[in-house]
Nanobody, 125 residues
């Protein structure tokens, strides 16, 4: 399984970015794809997740109402639309995939088996 994250960059506070996670290597019908982020000197934290079936999503409280996760089955991609960005959103963003992850385990890094390489998001004030 390979995950390729892209779409990071530099944006001013209040702006938007759209991250994409391209998945390949297997059928993902039973998988959950999540986005995590890690700021310098901090632990990796959960941002959002979605079941590949699309019937369930989860968000960290810090991004609810600003970020939206979605998937495109035809392209085998999961997108993270980030609006109203804040300087505290600055981090390396990683996508991850896990098989048969229960809803309550969405936020836990150990629930995910595969990780992409990360893409840097920098929000200037």
């Amino acid at each position: 399984v390979q995950l390729q994250a892209s779409g990071g960059g530099l944006v001013q506070a209040g702006g938007s970015l759209r991250l994409s996670c391209a998945a390949s290597g297997r059928t993902f019908s039973s998988y959950v794809v999540g986005w995590f982020r890690q700021a310098p000197g901090k632990e990796r934290e959960f941002v959002a997740a979605i079941r590949w079936s699309g019937d369930r999503t989860g968000y960290a409280d810090s991004v609810k109402g600003r970020f939206t996760i979605s998937r495109d089955n035809a392209k085998n991609t999961v997108a993270l639309q980030m609006n109203s960005l804040k300087p505290e959103d600055t981090a390396v963003y990683y996508c991850a995939a896990g098989n048969s992850v229960a809803d309550l385990r969405f936020p836990f890094t150990r629930a995910y088996d595969y990780w992409g390489q990360g893409t840097l998001v920098t929000v200037s004030s």
